[in-house]
């Protein structure tokens, strides 16, 4: 559908209820979606705002048994907890739904049927992993291994995040289960499986071209770089076909009159998205509404807003579940973000390195709508960025208090001085300085024009999912306001140029008023607290942006002549150090200790000792030392460094995933143990000849391993 939709489905990433919201989940999914969606409410589209609890699953029962709960309990527990999080964070959900209500089982089950009904799944037998201390087959995330394809010793079942390759449990080097440290081993069991293979024709048509069933569906160069780059590399690498029911003990049940299903569930990946679906039917249900016409009609557009850990799932296996279905509508966009890192380190949830978004809002409800902008004006959207709490107040007090609240308070500070608080009326042929500097300018025909085109910016800016640079648009128009103002000084000419100066303060309230409007999709809060303070009603959103557009294009004023305002009082107040040292303390303390533990115990710091080789295959390893010589990045690779080594005089390149934890120009002149007759292979298109021996200490942090004697060459046996 390249031609504008009727109407619009927009989705937010379910988020997995085991656990609390933070920061990177916000920057990630949550706020470009709210964004976007409160700008289609505003441009008067029809827009449906969908969500909810990612509720079933292996993690919910692994969380009931560590905290002696059940599963029901824990999703009751974080599905109120989202709920409130996304309130008291602003986010502006049609629905908020959960994927363990009866009418998302229903739901799912319907589409298992249909596709069943229509030979779409191949039935295998294969062998799985079970953990027979925990009597239990072990889902993907539940086994830790050696990546085979860069050594990582903490690859999971499914992908390894060192290197990013998709996994499967049998690829990983020595197994283990995560529930009891035990080595799982491997029994027969049947299960259905989608045949991603017989999608591939028409999926690289419909992701490369933009086209499905030989008509234009979307236009692919709208799409993140990023997110074309990771389908592609499965397209390319060859799609398999992906079980889509599992041995599990909680979530959606397989329709019973299918042979073979007792005792099996649904896939999360059959399962999650389709909330997506049952939350529609249930909002539609709620407002009688018609919810096949957001997911059926051809005329409706889907966007998925999702972190980058779920673009092939979004982009690849739910469209070809959707397609195999029939009748339903695929993405025509999929604007994935990027992660967020937080102070230089990666987000970790079991190391507690975090901003919790709710501990966060509880503690500081007065600082959301800065903690919006914040996270905004850094968002990860074509590549990982940064939060640091020095930021945070950098970006508040120059920002937010320098910039906008110091131009709105110094436009009512002099309204009210000058004018008793009224707008005051003018002469429209008066000339003034304007904000770019040009003298004697028009104040319709350029001024009002101007702030015209400022607007556009904005809502063109969102429409391309560049939500930092439509940030960056708005408060341009404060800086121009301060312009104005600076250019203009009011202050010093009110007894000779009268009407100079209700010339430029009229024109700094039109901006004023027009900054109430377009800070609406970023900061509603600060939106609603600026409409306040300049009396004007409380934004009703649905087509007030296209009102706004039409009122500035005729010069008609935003905010009336003679119109009384209220007390000036500053949109935002200073971050102070204390405040900010606070918050860092609190982030370093929330980290717990490393600490060390018996040799012969497993704990969740330390792998648990591997099963007994024999000498003969020990003596097939060839360990080495070596002295690194050169090292690189790898370009489009944020966790690959490319290592150039000098072993006997003769060099050789290795391709090692450390670069979250040492840089390029630190490493020339160390020594390290590698194994030097591991099979070549390529990695991000350069050829690895070894693998760099790591140590993984507690706190995830990898250390190069060393012999005694710096000397390159030498075997270790």
């Known amino acids: 559908m390249i031609h504008p939709p009727k109407r619009y489905l927009v989705t937010s990433a379910l988020p997995y209820a085991n656990g609390p919201l933070h920061i990177g989940h916000l920057t990630g999914a949550y706020l470009p979606a709210d964004i976007y969606v409160r700008m289609l409410r505003m441009l008067d589209n029809d827009v449906a705002f969908i969500c909810g609890s990612d509720e079933n699953g292996a993690a919910i029962t692994i969380k009931a048994m560590k905290e002696n709960s059940t599963p029901q309990v824990i999703v009751d527990k974080y599905h109120a907890l989202f709920q409130d999080t996304f309130q008291k964070a602003g986010i502006s959900f049609d629905i908020y739904h959960r994927t363990s209500s009866p009418l998302h089982h229903d739901t799912a089950q319907e589409f298992f049927r249909n596709l069943y009904g229509k030979g779409e799944f191949i039935e295998e037998e294969s062998e799985q992993y079970y953990d027979s201390t925990a009597e239990k087959f072990l889902a993907d995330r539940y086994i830790k291994g050696t990546c085979p394809k860069c ?99 909680w979530g959606v049940d397989m329709p019973q009159e299918i042979p073979g299903s007792q005792g099996k569930k649904l896939y999360v990946w059959m399962d999650a998205p389709i909330g997506y679906i049952s939350a529609t039917k249930q909002w539609a249900s709620n407002n009688g509404k018609d919810w096949k016409s957001y997911w059926q009609d051809p005329e409706s557009a889907l966007i998925h807003f999702i972190g980058k850990d779920n673009i092939v799932f979004h982009c690849l296996i739910f469209p070809a579940i959707l397609k195999a279905h029939g009748q339903y509508n695929l993405p025509i966009n999929v604007p994935a973000n990027q992660f967020l890192n937080l102070e230089e380190q990666k987000i970790s949830t079991s190391r507690n390195w975090a901003i919790w978004v709710h501990e966060f809002l509880n503690e500081n409800p007065d600082q959301t709508d800065a903690l919006r902008y914040v996270l905004i004006k850094n968002m990860p959207e074509q590549k990982d960025a940064e939060f640091t709490w020095k930021g945070y107040q950098a970006d508040v007090n120059a920002d937010l208090v320098g910039t906008l609240a110091n131009f709105v308070h110094r436009v009512l500070v002099l309204t009210h001085k000058f004018y008793d608080g009224k707008v005051p009326a003018f002469d429209e042929d008066t000339p003034i300085v304007g904000a770019h500097g040009n003298d004697e300018a028009s104040w319709h025909e350029v001024e009002m024009m101007d702030l015209f085109d400022r607007m556009w910016t904005i809502q063109d800016n969102i429409s391309k999912f560049d939500f930092r640079a439509s940030l960056k648009a708005v408060m341009d128009i404060a800086s121009a306001g301060n312009q104005i103002l600076q250019f203009n000084e009011p202050w010093k000419i009110q007894k000779d140029e009268p009407e100079t100066v209700k010339a430029v303060l009229n024109l700094c309230l039109q901006y004023c008023a027009a900054i109430s409007i377009g800070l609406n999709p970023f900061m509603p809060g600060a939106s609603a607290r600026l409409r306040k303070l300049l009396s004007l009603d409380p934004i ?178």
């Open 151 to 249: 050594g990582n010793p903490s690859a999971y079942g499914d992908q390894c995040e060192n290197c990013g390759s998709s996994l499967s449990p049998l690829d990983l080097i020595n197994p283990v289960s995560t529930i009891t440290g035990t080595i799982p081993e491997l029994r027969k069991t049947k299960h259905w499986y989608l045949p991603l293979n017989k999608y591939e024709s028409w999926l690289k048509d419909y992701i490369e071209n933009g086209t499905l069933d030989g008509t234009e569906h979307h236009d692919p160069s709208e799409w993140k770089t990023h997110v074309l780059g990771q389908c592609k590399s499965w397209l390319d690498g060859g799609l398999q076909p992906r079980a889509m029911t599992r041995d599990l003990d």
């Open 540 to 717: 009703v959103e649905q087509g007030i942006w296209v009102t706004t557009l039409d009122q500035l294009a005729e010069g008609t004023h935003l905010i009336k002549d003679n119109h009384l305002l209220s007390q000036a009082e500053h949109l935002f107040s200073r971050v102070e150090d204390e405040w900010i040292q606070r918050q860092i303390s609190k982030l370093q303390e929330s980290v717990p200790p490393v600490q060390s533990a018996p040799a012969e115990q497993a704990t969740e710091k330390t792998s648990p000792e591997k099963p007994n080789i024999t000498y003969e295959d020990f003596a097939k390893l060839d360990i080495r030392t070596a002295k690194i010589i050169a090292a690189e990045a790898v370009p489009k690779a944020d966790k690959l460094l490319k290592l150039t080594l000098e072993m006997n005089g003769v060099e050789r390149t290795v391709v090692s995933g450390i670069a979250k934890h040492y840089r390029p120009e630190e490493l020339p002149g160390k020594y390290v143990v590698i194994l030097a007759n591991l099979e070549p292979r390529k990695l991000k298109g350069v050829e690895s000849q070894g693998m760099i021996l790591m140590a993984e200490s507690g706190d995830g942090r990898l250390h190069f391993i060393q012999a005694a004697a710096d000397e390159s060459g030498m075997p270790i046996s």
